[in-house]
């Protein structure tokens, strides 16, 4: 805790500093349709991101392959995404993963995503007939507004 208030980030890792600011990302999440699915209130913890449920398309592909796959998310954060697909990859597989968060989240407009990481689970019978759940840790990202 700081002196001004709460110290927390948001899905693209941008500090929040004050409890007004906080209230404000909240109510962003909740006009974007997104819920906040995890809150570790364990004081010797580190917490985890908060994740938000939101489901928009993302493209992916494995690193040092030019084929792009699609997929929807099922929840993101700061520190990764979960995401269904028709593709099977095996944890440690590196991706290339674009999204375009909106502006409800992004800010004044919609922001191009661009994130890099690895799959760290693979799971065909935690998503929809047919598709894979794969989640993937989110080491680094870049992003811009259009």
Known sequence: MTAKGYLCTNV????????????????????AGCVRTHIDTKAELKPRAFR????????FREKGTAEWHEGKTVNISRTGILFQSDMNLPPQSLLEMQIVLPHELAGESQANVCCWGPVVRSDQNASEAGRTALAATIRRYRFSHD
């Open 12 to 31: 693209l890792g941008m500090e929040i500093i004050s409890e007004r600011k906080n209230r404000i990302l909240n109510s962003i999440g909740d006009q």
């Open 52 to 59: 938000y449920t939101i489901h928009i398309p993302v493209k």
